[in-house]
């Protein structure tokens, strides 16, 4: 059958109002809506996952959002939180007229996620040798080494050495201390003969097996240990990151159960 050729010149989707798309303004760099919901009904499907590592104003998020696919955008500049995160808010909430809204009849539901990504746990001395990033304070290090170790990082508010759990019985403690026999059998005393504690520190004067419900692990060693050299694929084990409640009000899109949910912590994903 007669029929025109393909092309990839697309002018029936420039938009004369691409200034209200999304409800922000990125002048020379906001894509039409229209234009990501074509590319996307190309190469993808309902559920799929959409990734933008420059995000820009959060084009390709609210629009995979609005078409049931699952999103990640990655984005350095501030435009993050000046842009991309209040656009998603807005399209999650139903309160985004513009853009393809209408042609998905989207009414909103769904949420996301936002990450802060940290700087490096570890950088060299004037040596050469490696140590913990100047950066990091007491509780950054202390999460850090938690999600490394496995541990849920959840400091209590009484017990110093109580900075996170594997089990009810079962805790970490990470300091850059230099510990004393006289230090980790304090620390041995306390723990009891019912719990395990492992610490983490930067040295320790003492045989680690005088205290059987204590391990003792040095630090960096024990980060470095952790890590993954010479690899070509650094693959991230994030299956286990934990949900949010879902809020008062809030919907949800019923893609693999996504909740909303804005964490200060820009890397973030979506439902």
């Not at 609210?62 to 501030?78: N, P």
């Not at 996620?113 to 509780?139: C, F, H, M, Q, T």
């Amino acid at each position: 059958m007669a029929g025109e050729p393909l092309t990839t010149l697309w002018d029936d989707i420039l938009s004369n109002n691409l200034h209200a798309d999304g409800g922000v303004y990125f002048p020379k760099g906001k894509k039409p809506e229209a234009l990501l919901k074509r590319v996307l009904e190309l190469a993808t499907n309902p559920g799929d996952w959409v990734l933008d590592s420059f995000a820009g104003s959060g084009t390709t998020g609210a629009v995979a959002h609005k078409m049931g696919r699952r999103w990640i955008m990655v984005e350095l500049g501030e435009h993050c939180h000046t842009h991309i995160i209040p656009r998603l808010r807005r399209v999650i909430d139903g309160e985004d007229p513009s853009g393809v809204t209408g042609a998905t009849n989207w009414k909103g539901g769904g949420g996301f996620r936002y990450y802060r990504l940290a700087p490096s746990l570890l950088e060299r001395d004037k040596w050469g040798n490696w140590v913990i990033n100047k950066e990091y304070n007491a509780g950054m290090l202390a999460e850090a080494v938690c999600k490394l170790e496995g541990f849920q990082y959840a400091p209590s508010d009484t017990v110093y050495w109580q900075h996170g759990h594997s089990t009810e019985r079962d805790f970490i403690y990470v300091t850059t201390a230099h510990l004393s026999h006289e230090q980790l059998q304090q620390l041995s005393d306390e723990v009891g003969p019912d719990r395990t504690l492992l610490v983490l520190c930067t040295a320790f004067r003492a045989k680690p097996d005088r205290y059987p419900n204590l391990t003792v692990k040095k630090i960096p060693k024990a980060v470095l240990s952790r890590c993954e050299w010479g690899h070509d694929d650094y693959s991230l084990r994030v299956e286990n990151l934990p949900k949010a409640p879902l809020k008062k009000g809030q919907m949800d899109l019923g893609l693999d159960g996504g909740k909303a949910s804005t964490p200060e912590g820009g890397a973030s994903h979506g439902r």
